[in-house]
Each structure stands twice: as C-alpha cells, then as structure tokens.
C-alpha cells in the first residue's frame, strides 16, 4: 500500500513519519532524496552549476545551500528561478524514490510476506514535503493521502524556537508552500498536531493498524 504523506513546514509530518517507521513502514524521505541528487560529483549538481552559475557552489565544490535559498525563495529572487530548479531535481527525485520503493519490496518478500505485518500487506510512505505541489506530476498514485495541519502561528513559533530562524524566513519559508486548504484538498486523512503526542500516535498506529488489514 502507497501513503503520501505531506504537510506543511514544522507541521509534525516527521514526527508522524517517525512514528510510520516505527511500526513498520517504509519511509521514502524526499527532502534527505533531493540532498543526495544534488551531492558532489552528481549530474544533478553539475547541471544546477550549468543552469545558476557558479555561485550556486561552494569552495568547497558542495552546493551554496544559503544562495540558492536566496535566489530560488528571497523576496528579490528571479521569476522562475525555483520552476527552473524543480526541473534539475523533480526527475532525479523520482527516480530515487522509485529505486527505493522496488528495494523496499524486495527486502520485504525476501523477509517473507506476512511474517509480522497483518496479513502481508507493505506500506510504503512517501513523505513528500510538497506533494500538492507536484500531485499532478509525480509518477506515482497514492493509495492514501494524509497531511499534518497545525496553525501557521504554531508553525512560525516552532520554526522560530526550534529551528533559529527569524519571524521574516519563517514566513517566507511558509509563502512558497502550498496553503493548508490546498494540502487538505489533496488529503484524505488529516492529523492535527496540535493535540497531545500521545494521541496522535494513538491515531496513527490505528491508521497503520488499518491499512496493514485492509479494514478501511
């Protein structure tokens, strides 16, 4: 069974994704996939170098992470800068992902199917930050689509507290998402994150529970 899972920025989705893992799941990480086609000596960011220009490069020949964030998502970016990058890295992304899923269910038929998984039923779990974005593109169909929701002040206060950045790259991070109606309108399952730990992982294992027996 295919999940996509997405949900916005300091939302929980990793938490959920975590806990996914944790009980069995196949977690395909998008964001740890587009690090990797992007790694030195890569074609990926031989051709982001081709397509920016040098600054878009480290000295130490790794991508300028800080410049690309302000170039592709800054106020004063480009038009198209970030539709020019989403086409380096949206086909070696995908690619990856598929590479992981045909891993993924190999090593789970060589486990032999239904040892400790309900009645043999894989989930694999593509966590995809910007799935509303790509949902009409991606090469793949989903069985379930769930979204982690909190409100964009929770989310602003979390990225603040938990992740150093100002109130100002918070909100830009937020601006070049989708909104939350856009997500819940890909989703058929919401998990709202702003509830207890405990009970969203109580909801999760049932989802996880559901789906690993078909009782849907």
Do not use: C
Not at 103 to 132: K, Q, Y
Not at 168 to 181: F, K, L, T
């Amino acid at each position: 069974m295919r999940i996509g899972l997405t949900g916005g920025i300091a939302a929980g989705k990793s938490t959920v994704a975590r806990r996914l893992r944790e009980l069995g799941a196949a977690v395909i990480d998008y964001d740890a996939l587009a690090r990797l086609v992007v790694a030195p000596g890569g074609d990926g960011l031989r051709r982001i170098v081709d397509e920016f220009g040098p600054d878009a490069l480290t000295d130490d020949g790794e991508l300028n992470r800080a410049w690309m964030a302000a170039h592709v998502f800054g106020t004063h970016a480009p038009a198209g800068a970030r539709e020019r990058l989403d086409a380096i890295e949206h086909p070696l992304i995908y690619d990856e992902a598929a590479r992981a899923e045909r891993e993924a269910i190999a090593a789970f038929d060589r486990a032999g199917a239904g040892a400790d998984n309900g009645d043999g039923t894989l989930v694999v779990v593509h966590d995809v930050p910007l799935l509303a974005e790509v949902i009409g593109t991606i090469p793949f169909r989903f069985d379930h689509i769930v979204t982690v929701e909190a409100p964009v002040d929770v989310r602003i206060a979390r990225m603040m507290g938990e992740r150093g950045m100002s109130r100002e790259q918070a909100e830009g991070r937020i601006r070049h998402q989708s909104d939350e109606a856009t997500r819940r309108g890909i989703a058929d399952i919401v998990v709202d994150s702003t509830q207890s730990i405990e009970q969203m992982f109580d909801i999760v294992d049932r989802l996880y529970v559901n789906w690993t027996s078909r009782k849907e």
